[in-house]
Nanobody
Framework: QVQLVESGGGLVQPGGSLRLSCAAS????????MGWYRQAPGKQRELVAA???????NYADSVRGRFTISRDNAKNTGYLQMNSLKPEDTAVYYC?????????????WGQGTQVTVSS
């Protein structure tokens, strides 16, 4: 059974930092592209950052320079370091894992973790 379990969310003041973790099990984590998405109330889920199996990263314009995505394949865990947080970063953050082989897409979601940026 595949599981992605996020942790590290919480309440933080503007300008503060949080580090989210995503622990994967049931998959060969190292071959998957890992992503972090977020969904704010009344808004669509959006991609925040992604990292390929080879370590290539991609960021949404709104977080580039403030957030850093990374992975530790030995621990089957991905991370999202969030600095200089703003109230508009408030959302439920989800991790995802994606792998495509022979035209078949394998896609998994975590359950989400709440991040609230407020004074």
């Amino acid at each position: 059974q595949v599981q992605l379990v996020e942790s590290g969310g919480g309440l933080v003041q503007p300008g503060g930092s949080l580090r989210l973790s995503c622990a994967a099990s049931g998959i060969v984590f190292s071959i998957y592209t890992m992503g972090w998405y977020r969904q704010a109330p009344g808004k669509q889920r959006e991609l925040v950052a992604a990292i390929t199996s080879g370590g290539i990263t991609n960021y949404a314009d709104s977080v580039r320079g403030r957030f850093t995505i990374s992975r530790d394949n030995a621990k089957n865990t991905g991370y999202l370091q969030m600095n200089s947080l703003k109230p508009e970063d408030t959302a439920v953050y989800y991790c995802s894992a994606d792998y495509v082989r022979d035209g078949v897409t394998y896609h998994y979601w975590g359950q989400g973790t709440q991040v609230t940026v407020s004074s």
